[in-house]
């Protein structure tokens, strides 16, 4: 690892005009500056000859964010740093909205720096800047607007509710959450695309819901190594 230090960029750049992410509908977000890439000299922590750190654990695993701003990035990103043989890692969080981009990187840092911890942290609005050579991606995006709040949530449960269909939160198998899927299925599979061009190893960890009409059209449309993941599973809470 270099030496504890930070680097200062405009994560607002859009991409360039040759990126693929372009074309895949990233906005062009301009204006923010953010400071990011904080990280401990751990270089003697390395077994020598083995590339392995005296835990034997493979160093530098690199785990993606796709929708960082949402409610699992910064509780996730907590939780990977908690994790011995994640830890000496680098974390690249990612989401559209500057604002909230901002905020969960600020929280990593601080934790980063008040545990002294060697975990390399960085930001962008361009996933394809983050993608290459991931070993995990993780995607966690609402599409059209908030994941349960506004439109066109409000709106996927209250129509089929005049018809007499009612749904608690319409994110899973039922009439509202078809409607959930045909907004959000186009944007998924283009992340996936991206993913398997340029980091075809990776193994997608997806928490976007339709949770589980999303893995099928991954498996169906992608060739991506890719599971779903509901948080509220019994028994995966740490």
């Known amino acids: 690892f270099s030496r504890m230090g930070t680097t200062s960029r405009n994560i607002g750049s859009p991409p ?10 990233v906005a062009e977000i301009r ?26 654990v493979v160093p ?6 796709v929708g960082a701003g949402s409610g699992f990035g910064g509780r996730l990103s907590v ?4 994790n011995p043989r994640l830890r000496e890692g680098s974390i690249w969080l990612v989401d559209l909205n500057p604002g909230r981009l901002q905020k969960v990187y600020d929280y990593v840092r601080r934790t980063v720096e008040k545990y ?19 070993d995990f991606v993780v995607t966690s995006i ?12 409000n709106a996927e449960v209250s129509i089929p ?12 198998v039922s009439v509202g959450a078809v409607f959930r899927f045909l907004r959000t299925a186009p944007v998924q599979v283009q ?3 991206d993913v398997e061009r340029l980091a075809p190893n990776a193994l997608v960890l997806n928490h976007t819901n339709p949770m589980a009409m999303l893995t099928w059209v991954h498996h169906a449309a992608t060739k991506v190594r890719n599971v779903g993941l509901c948080h509220g599973v019994q028994g995966t809470n740490g």
């Not at 911890?117 to 050579?133: G, I, N, S």
Request: glycine letters at 10%; charged letters at 20%.
């Open 31 to 56: 204006g923010l500056p953010l400071s990011f890439t904080m990280i401990r000299d751990n270089s003697e922590s390395f077994a020598s000859g083995h590339g392995l750190t005296e835990t034997g």
């Open 191 to 193: 992340i996936l695309r």
């Open 79 to 82: 939780d990977i740093m908690a």
């Open 161 to 172: 509710r005049e018809y007499g269909v009612d749904q608690s939160v319409a994110d899973t």
């Open 16 to 25: 360039p005009r040759h990126s693929p992410c372009r074309r895949a509908g």
């Open 142 to 153: 609402a599409v059209g607007g908030g994941a349960y709040w506004g439109h066109p949530f």
């Open 116 to 134: 002294h911890l060697p975990t390399q942290v960085q930001a962008t609005t361009d996933r394809c800047e983050a993608l290459p050579d991931a």
């Open 60 to 65: 530098m695993t690199k785990i993606v964010i």
